[in-house]
């Protein structure tokens, strides 16, 4: 995706990998909107560390982040004992996969990678076959996304409202985006349509990063209240549901992905809104039979208590020189608690398809096509 930071427009992709420094270059997705920075994860207990504090979030990000950093951990043993290196790559596997536990992308990646490094016979051949097959996964989220949006961007005409929930754009992906796809494919086939960004607390990765994103790429589009959906669609004033998935069941059709999105299909089945998933194959689960067994990661209460932002932002987007950057602020009662579920499941019916790389499908056609989609 093209970004333009300080009137210079340059391509960048939201995960890479710096082979002389063994690190995985991140974009530090916590200070956006407001700064554009890059930062390196230097080695894997470190990336397992960005992807548990948010630095990189997204499933198809952390799913490429974790892939890295297998590689970059298994490039970093030194000796030529294999039992030890095996050893050591298990260790290196299971910190990446306890970073966060509801997206399924960062395991898919990284039995991907493992499995590619079994061809090699000598430490050194699976450590250059690690690195390999990681860049190998990156591309592949990058050429499924670019699918996605040329089977969604057929729902989309001019004139359309599109709400979205959380961010399932290009920083939730390598590049381009899931549920993001469509619009920018819709965009270059010219096609003028809104987008109302749902804010999505507790961490507003709506009102943050898919606004970001969205005029980056000069989309029309407006943040809204989570709780103003609602309303709107009573209005008629959304005419489609497009949302991503960190988790979707093969073998049901279930979709898990951020808190409140479950809301936001009730709400458009009562108003007979169509509502679309949009996933690559890295993002479904064929083992899982019920939506109740995805675990559902349980975040720290200090996110719904308060809110993070930068104090000092003119509307311009400049900051005042002597800000101090990025803030917390309490806004609950000091004496209350919070409980915070990350993610929600949606349950098939609720679904009108789902939009992968082999086409627009109905979540229960998944099961049956599974050859086709790598299962
Ligand atoms: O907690 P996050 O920001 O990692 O949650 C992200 C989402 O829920 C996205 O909608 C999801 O990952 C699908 S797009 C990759």
New binding site residues.
């Given amino acids: 995706m093209n970004v333009t930071v300080h009137g210079r427009t340059r391509h960048f992709r939201t995960v890479t990998f710096d082979v002389a420094a063994n690190a995985v270059l991140l974009i530090e997705q916590r200070l956006l909107p407001h700064e554009f920075r890059i930062v390196p994860a230097r080695d894997f207990r470190q990336t397992a560390r960005a992807i548990k504090d948010?630095i990189v979030?997204?499933?198809?990000?952390?799913g490429a982040t974790a892939a890295y950093g297998l590689a970059q951990g298994a490039r970093a043993f030194r000796g030529r004992d294999l039992a030890k290196f095996l050893a050591h790559v298990e260790t290196v596997y299971a910190t990446l996969k306890a970073a966060?536990p509801t997206?399924v992308?960062p395991v898919n990646a990284m039995n991907f990678v493992r499995a590619a490094m079994r061809a090699g016979e000598t430490v050194e051949e699976q450590q250059a076959l690690a690195l390999a097959t990681a860049e190998e996964f990156a591309n592949e989220d990058v050429r499924h996304c670019e699918a996605i949006g040329q089977h969604g961007a057929k729902l989309i005409r001019s004139g359309m409202n599109v709400l979205t929930?959380?961010?399932?754009g290009w920083l939730?992906?390598v590049d381009i985006?899931?549920?993001t796809a469509p619009m920018y494919a819709a965009q270059a086939q010219g096609r003028k349509f809104h987008v109302f960004c749902d804010e999505t607390r507790p961490?507003s990765?709506g009102a943050t990063l898919t606004a970001w994103e969205l005029a980056q790429q000069k989309i029309s589009h407006q943040v809204i209240a989570d709780n103003a959906a609602g309303h709107l669609m009573q209005r008629g004033k959304i005419d489609l549901v497009i949302?991503?998935?960190?988790r979707t069941l093969g073998r049901t059709g279930e979709v898990a992905?951020?808190i409140g999105?479950y809301t936001k299909a009730v709400l458009a089945a009562r108003h007979g809104i169509p509502f679309y998933v949009a996933i690559p194959l890295s993002?479904i689960d064929w083992q899982i039979k019920s939506g109740f067994d995805i675990p559902i990661e349980e975040r720290d209460e200090s996110e719904v208590l308060g809110a993070w932002g930068m104090a000092g932002v003119a509307k311009s987007g400049a900051r005042a020189s002597r800000s101090p950057g990025r803030v917390y602020a309490r806004v609950a009662n000091p004496t209350s608690g919070a409980l915070n579920p990350?993610?929600d499941v949606t349950p098939a019916e609720l679904i009108t398809g789902i939009i992968t790389p082999a086409g627009i499908l109905k979540p229960r056609e998944l099961w049956g096509r599974r050859r086709e989609l790598g299962g």
């Fill in positions: 948010m979030r997204g499933a198809g990000a952390i966060r997206a992308d929930h959380c961010n399932a939730a992906f985006g899931s549920a961490r990765q949302v991503g998935s960190d992905n951020k999105t993002t990350g993610f």
